[in-house]
């Protein structure tokens, strides 16, 4: 089973407002992260709809958001219902997506009834008094909540976690993919090159860059590569640290692919993934020579904790950290 969603870049306080409501009511939150589904989970290959998805992903535009409600939705043939967040502007800018996304080889697949509406869920619930006052009080209490849909990402319904085979900026023809052999050198070469330009590389450096399958995916972890036309732009490393812990590591964009938005994509396919495994906190280490990469860090959402007294990297001087 595969599904399309957008994970929308929203404001980090209102990401975790909304994934606190999320743990405490949605069944699903622990499942995967807040979305706005766009193709309903559907029995396909990835294979089936990859190159359908990356075309209309391609010639899309990012698609800018307002939330200012809450509404609450019947479940079919039940006393119950749903919780949504639902945009106003932007609606039909996500519904078109939809629509196009629902184009061969997946329009035998469209659901006709109920009518689309583009939503994030925060609630189930069997009781449907409690799920309109829910979204009564949701929608008293709210404020604009402002972002973006800029990315689109192909999922495979698993248990008792979603994966992500491949994540696709609107807009241009960048795919975050995971790890595969071919990707190796790049990883190093890319890596190694800033780490030197620095002056950070260290001999504990070595073994992720030589042996990244060992070292970072037979723990559990992943790499995240983004890919133009078969080029590798950029790569970022999650390295698990114990079934709550995720270490955000071995980030690097190519020079001349700077200032396109691979950053954030990157750093938003790892703490996606991080999500889907059921962590709850992703820490970093780095430096205080890295201007451009703190920024990006702090902005995702990051903050700066202690340093903790035994690190593997002698330059480190920097901790933060992010609660999932």
């Given amino acids: 089973m595969i599904a399309v969603v957008a994970y929308p870049r929203l404001d980090v306080a209102d990401t975790r407002a909304i994934e606190a409501i999320r743990t405490a009511l949605d069944p699903q939150a622990r499942r995967i992260a807040a979305d ?3 193709v309903f989970p559907v029995d ?3 294979e089936d709809v990859a190159t359908h998805c990356a075309a209309v992903a391609a010639s899309s535009r990012p698609i800018p958001f307002v939330i200012r409600r809450a509404m609450a939705r019947r479940e079919p043939d039940s006393a119950g219902g749903r919780v949504f967040y639902v945009p106003e502007e932007g609606a039909e800018g996500i519904a078109a997506l939809h629509r196009r996304l629902y184009d061969s080889p997946l329009k035998v697949h469209l659901w006709p009834e109920p009518p689309y509406v583009p939503h994030v869920t925060l609630a189930v619930d069997p009781d449907w008094a409690r799920c309109e006052a829910l979204a009564e009080r949701l929608t008293i209490g709210a404020r604009p909540m402002s972002g973006w849909i800029d990315t689109i990402s192909l999922i495979e319904i698993r248990d008792p976690r979603v994966v992500t085979i491949a994540e696709r900026a609107i807009g241009t023809s960048i795919a975050i993919v995971p790890f595969e052999d071919q990707y190796q050198d790049a990883f190093a070469r890319l890596n190694k090159a800033w780490l030197t ?3 950070l590389f260290e ?10 399958r060992k070292s970072i995916l037979a723990g559990g972890g992943q790499i995240f590569v983004a890919v133009d036309k078969g080029v590798v732009l950029g790569v970022c490393a999650t390295i698990v640290q114990d079934s709550d812990t995720i270490e955000f590591a071995k980030f690097a964009v190519a020079p001349e692919a700077r200032g396109r938005g691979i950053g954030r994509q990157l750093t938003a396919a790892a703490l996606a993934w991080a999500r889907d495994c059921g962590a709850r906190k992703v820490m970093l280490l780095s430096s205080r020579k890295l201007d451009a990469a703190l920024r990006l860090y702090e902005r995702s959402g990051f903050i700066y904790g202690p340093l903790p007294a035994h690190v593997p990297y002698s330059s480190a001087d920097v901790y933060m950290e992010m609660t999932l």
């Avoid at 001999?203 to 990244?212: G, I, N, S, T």
């Fill in 36 to 38: 706005v589904t766009l």
């Fill in 44 to 46: 396909l290959k990835p």
């Fill in 197 to 199: 330009e620095h002056g």
């Fill in 203 to 212: 001999e504990a450096d070595r073994a992720h860059l030589e042996q990244p």
